[in-house]
């Protein structure tokens, strides 16, 4: 199996460390990274193969080196510096020297699980939309690949934005490599993003657990709602610990109540047909030399996050007015459709607890 060859500090509790580190098949690869989270904290490792003439090691050896943070959004900085280190130590295995410099240089403090750190200050996963950071924001960072998603889930993106504004658990599986697959994770947290003050404080955080495999389901039994990534297909079967099970574009829930949410409805292709529209007047107005502040990322962030903001607003103001009821102008008015997103909408006022009373069926039958 796998195991932790050299840590620093040495006392820190890395146990699973080795699982989640290095995902399972990624034996059949050359190279990949991966995003995973480990208590508190959030890690990226990155991996390498490199066959060897030695019995010992079965014709390969296979490492990866990582490290931990308490947040994740500033980790891939140090990608091109961990990628140069996992092909040193398959070359030179025992050399520890530039990581040790490494950690000598950025060690900061880590939440214990005891101290204020922890209890008072919760990672926040989703880093502030400031004009400032997106120049560095490569494809190299999550926040760089909110475009690649979209091209790939096409319209079934708008039913991954109905799960996570619902805060269900999504797990999506992909065999290796996994690297691209955790991006995903991170975007469609990002689709959950709301902006207004005060909206639900007892609502569950959706938090990006990355790279999950059997090794986390004890932990993940106990959450209510994530999302996350695996290779390991064993993990569909096992029902209880997800509501949505994404599998390449295929996105599929087991729960009876969620199936109307899977359809795309006009409203839907609506959305989409903006979304795309809006990506390319950006795009012409990159051609044309006109000066651009804005990029493709920031495009698709403050899309969603408008189109929530919107919808709970409307929720809000409706809750707060004399008869709290909603009608099918009010759906309208937030782009959704009045019968293909009722479901969608009753779920919604009841993850929140929102106080409104939905008056949107047929009319013929009020």
Known sequence: GNMVEWCLPQDIDLEGVEFKSMASGSHKIQSDFIYFRKGLCFGLACFANMPVESELERGARMKSVGILSPSYTL????????????????EMPGHYSHLEAFYDDKKGVLPDGKGTLSSQQPVHWLPS???????????THPAGCMSQFIKFFGEQILVLWKFALLRKR????????????????YCCCCLANVSLPGLGGTVPESKPFFYVNVADIEMLETEVSYVACTTEKIFEQKRDLYDVYV????????HEHLQPLLKINNA??????RLNDQRQMLMYSQEVGEDCSSCEEDLFILFFMEQNNRIFQT?????????????ADHARGMGLDPQGDRSFLMDLLEVYGID???????????
Not at 78 to 86: A, I, K, R, S
Not at 129 to 139: L, N, T
Not at 171 to 178: A, D, H
């Open 170 to 185: 999504i797990l999506i599986f992909s065999p290796p490599p996994v690297g691209v697959v955790c991006y995903r994770v």
């Open 247 to 254: 599998d390449n574009q295929n996105v599929k829930t087991h």
């Open 315 to 327: 929720l809000m103001e409706v809750s707060a007015s004399q008869d709290k009821t909603l009608t």
């Open 129 to 139: 939309i400031h004009r400032y950071m997106y120049p560095e924001m490569k494809i």
């Open 268 to 273: 839907d292709k609506e959305k989409y047909r």
């Open 75 to 90: 980790l891939y900085r140090y990608m091109h510096f961990l990628e140069n280190q996992v092909r040193h130590q398959l």
């Open 356 to 366: 409104v009373m939905l008056v949107i069926d047929n009319p013929c039958c009020t």
